[in-house]
């Protein structure tokens, strides 16, 4: 029953997050290259949207701090490396040209292609053969270390 119960739940949760995608605006790509042209017509919405999700993640990191199981049971997992390595740069170096060439990141893409737009399916592929090369590098990587 709980295992059903936290099943429901993360649905819920996806369908909320998504729909704060597309009240948002956030799942239309030129939205988010507006907010990325600065010297041209600038559209700071993100920059909310972004700093509504920061204050929700601190709050949720907040709680889950304080517990020592996962809400609907079973470990729970909070990263515990706070150290900025190399490859973690580069990954946001690939992530941030990612974004600013598609004007999409990973959620918004999702829900984009819920949608059907043919842009996302491009940057959703693109996305699943990059995470497959880079779990190949690092697994090949981790070996010869």
Known sequence: MKKHFSLI??????ILFGSGLIISGMSNPQKILSFLDIAGLWDPS???????????G???????????????????????????SRPL???????GAG????????GPALVALGAGHVKAFVFVIAMLVGMLIC???????????
């Open 99 to 106: 974004w600013g060439i598609a004007g999409f990141c990973p």
């Open 46 to 56: 993100l920059l909310f949207v972004m700093g509504g999700a920061v204050l929700v």
């Open 9 to 14: 739940s993360q649905y819920a949760i996806g």
């Open 135 to 145: 779990e190949r590098f690092f697994t090949a990587h981790r070996k010869q270390a």
């Open 89 to 95: 740069v580069i990954g946001s170096f690939i992530f």
């Open 58 to 84: 601190l709050a949720g990191f907040y709680l889950a701090g304080k517990r020592s199981e996962a809400f609907f049971g079973g470990a729970l997992h909070i990263p515990s490396r706070r150290d900025i």
